[in-house]
């Protein structure tokens, strides 16, 4: 048990705002590993945030788990939650149409059908807000 309250309460939320678990999952998975080396302890709530995605998102335990380790990198990048990089990563918007130029449904031109891969270029505005240079060199 740690020393003070304090110190488990900073323990609780920083495994709930790591694996999105609610409070008292989180305080349960810290008391029940509190004896385990650090190493253990973060495997294990690496396996209950993989079994959450399982259940939240429906997919199997090899994706789960690359999801998972994607969206700690991007809270950890973004200064964010877990919860909130979650919400961003299972956004429609941010899914991936177009694999061989990697454009997500947000990038969707209103004057296209879609992707520029259909005729090499596009004329719509918001194609040319995610161009790199060599793109927009390129296009005009």
Known sequence: M?????RLTRAV?????STGETYTQAREGVLATLTLPETERQAHAFR???ALRMAHA???ADRAATSVEELQDLAQCNGWSFADAQVEYDSPLNQVMCEKRGWTNGMVCPECPGCGCYNG???GWRHNEFMSDDERRASD
Request: proline share 5%; charged share 40%.
């Open 13 to 17: 939320i920083e495994r709930r705002d």
């Open 121 to 123: 270029q596009c004329s």
């Open 48 to 50: 209950a945030a993989v």
């Open 2 to 6: 740690p020393k003070t309250n304090r």
């Open 58 to 60: 429906g997919e199997d």
